[in-house]
Nanobody, 126 residues
């Protein structure tokens, strides 16, 4: 089983940028996709981005289109989320997820994945 380890979170002023990394460890990642979700306190997790591992195709949540870019390095078993033009409303805990085996859910649902990263705090100040 692949463990997902996140890094790269932190604090930034509005308009700034951060880059999150999600590294697979234990076994080489051969899953179908890696997704990014974020969670506000007391709220449901919100879809941010997904990248399909085979061809690198992506989809994004409406609120981050044009600002966030998902990518991956298959040799390093690592996915990245480049976050530009950050806004205070982007403040949340960000999770990477991966579909390693079967999943019934859509790419924009947490049920579409079966592995989780530990979560990283991103704080955007105004």
């Amino acid at each position: 089983q692949v463990r997902l380890v996140e890094s790269g979170g932190g604090s930034v002023q509005a308009g700034g940028s951060l880059r999150l990394s999600c590294a697979g460890s234990g076994h080489p990642f051969t899953g179908q996709k890696m997704g990014w979700f974020r969670q506000y306190p007391g709220k449901e997790r919100e879809f941010v981005a997904v990248i399909y591992w085979g061809d690198g195709s992506t989809n994004y949540g409406e609120s981050v289109k044009g600002r966030f870019t998902s990518s991956r390095d298959t040799e390093q078993n690592t996915g990245y989320l480049q976050m530009n033009n950050l806004r205070p409303e982007d403040t949340a805990v960000y999770y990477c997820l991966a579909q390693k085996h079967y999943s019934r859910g859509y790419y924009y649902e947490t049920t579409g994945y079966d592995l989780w990263g530990q979560g990283i705090q991103v704080t955007v100040s105004s």
